[in-house]
């Protein structure tokens, strides 16, 4: 009898230990999401901003000289579409965040080309209103490869969470599924990026 | 916390990488690692950078370096160094960092979150052409002395300060963690005198041959070397002057940069 109690007592000892166990795991996936949505909106907020400078410059730029007005209609044009793709819990695939890449690309692209044009237009360089403008989209792209960057991390470490034991026998039941991450920029002077493969061929090299 | 690991391990990658070095905490507010600034005006800039932080509660920071020592941008560059500095408060993330590296001819203003709104990209542009001139001549106090003014300027009014510097506060009060530490020590010590309390009396009762006497001295938590408690993370005073202690601020990569 004595015994049974003791077996008994144990078994239950087990059980509450390794409850809290998986609650205090649990808890932690919760918050390490919550990171990697948080640092999403971040990345949204930094691309929004740049896209908010689009009307003001492409004003200036129509204002000071007889520009030729493809570039500007492709800007626009640009601006219209990344509008339209937005994820407010931060993409929950490859393909989500391709899609979002292409179209910032697209706008990225576009203004890129659009410096290269005004290199012809001494006035306009000279002009302080747009000195100003390409101080500020200077400064957005430079935020924009900031939280790009943290965005990888604060990924890296919730999907290392999610594939470590305890978490990889649970967390894809609970929902928590793998997150993409951003693709280093062709050609940009990035830092040497820590990036761990997992294996599945979806995160890049 | 993870992300400060992230960024210790990114350090050691870049770091074995060879290629770069980031520059340690400066210990002032104005520090000129290169010696084209005299005494004189390094300490009264210093003072300025100092007051205002008392007044503001925000942190400008100026870091003269003779070059880079990295193969990244400057962007990157100094938005990983501010980050490891950790310039202006926590919770305002309310500094700024004037970075210049005169062999290269580049220099920086790399803003906190929290003074983007008043140091925008297009002030902290306007502020490093304005600089551009006194550097060209070789007047490098000039410039300094120049971007020092109107970074005061753009910021003033946005944060209200306490009197005191981040680093005076230090000296004189224990911040959080070191409450925290000094509670968890005493609760500790507490606990071995209730340990060794409830052992001797144990003792008492229980004879057994077999255990060797101990003596008061060999006991376990007595072979661990007490700390002295005094933390190295107050102020090291370099140099004299007003010293700076960052507050774990943050950039977003916000501000803009120049050669001359």
């Known amino acids: ?205 | 916390m993870i992300q400060r690991m992230l960024v210790v391990l990114a350090f050691v990658v870049t770091a074995a990488h060879g290629a770069e070095t980031m520059p340690a905490k400066p210990p002032r507010f104005f520090n000129d690692y290169t010696g084209r600034v005299d005494r004189g005006m390094t300490d009264t800039l210093n003072e300025r950078l100092a007051q205002y932080e008392r007044e503001s509660s925000n942190q400008l920071l100026v870091a003269m370096y003779p070059r880079m020592q990295t193969n990244s941008s400057i962007e990157d560059y100094c938005t990983r160094t501010f980050e490891s500095w950790g310039v202006g408060r926590a919770d305002r993330d309310n500094g700024a960092v004037l970075f210049i590296f005169i062999e290269d001819r580049k220099m920086r203003i790399q803003t906190g979150y929290g003074l983007e709104a008043t140091l925008t990209d297009a002030e902290s542009s306007r502020i490093i052409e304005g600089m551009k001139p006194f550097f060209r001549a070789g007047d490098y106090a000039g410039g300094a002395s120049f971007a020092v003014t109107a970074m005061i300027e753009a910021t003033k009014g946005e944060y209200r300060g306490t009197g005191k510097t981040l680093a005076e506060g230090r000296r004189h009060s224990l911040n959080g963690t070191q409450a925290w530490l000094m509670l968890g020590l005493l609760l500790f010590i507490i606990a071995m005198i209730v340990l060794s309390a409830l052992q001797a009396r144990k003792r008492g009762y229980v004879y057994d041959a077999k255990r060797r006497y101990q003596l008061p001295g060999d006991r376990w938590w007595n072979t661990i070397s007490w700390s002295s408690g005094s933390s190295s993370g107050w102020s090291s005073g370099g140099g004299g002057g007003s010293s700076w202690s960052g507050g774990g601020g943050s950039t977003g990569g916000g501000g803009a940069s120049g050669s001359w």
């Open chain 1, 1 to 205: 009898m004595k015994t049974l109690l003791i077996v008994l007592g144990v078994i239950a000892a087990f059980i509450v230990v390794l409850a809290l166990a998986a609650v205090g795991s649990y808890n932690a996936l919760v918050s390490s999401n919550q990171g990697v949505e948080a640092q999403w909106a971040q990345v949204e907020n930094v691309y929004q901003r740049r896209a908010d400078l689009i009307p003001n410059l492409v004003k200036t730029v129509e204002g000071a000289a007889n520009f030729e007005k493809s570039t500007l209609i492709d800007i626009t044009e640009a601006r219209a579409s990344v509008g339209k793709v937005q994820f407010t819990n931060g993409p929950q695939n490859a393909e989500q965040l391709a899609q979002f890449e292409k179209a910032q690309g697209s706008l990225g692209g576009a203004l890129g080309r659009l410096m290269v044009i005004v290199e012809k237009y001494p006035d306009l360089k000279a002009n302080a209103g747009f000195q100003s403008l390409q101080a500020q989209l200077e400064g957005s792209e430079n935020r924009i490869s900031v939280e790009r960057g943290r965005f990888n991390e604060v990924v890296q470490a919730y999907n290392t969470k999610i594939k470590s034991v305890p978490a990889v026998f649970y967390a894809a039941l609970l929902g928590f599924i793998e997150r993409p991450y951003f693709k280093a920029k062709e050609g940009a002077a990035e830092p040497p990026k820590v990036e761990f493969k997992f294996g599945d061929g979806k995160t890049q090299p």
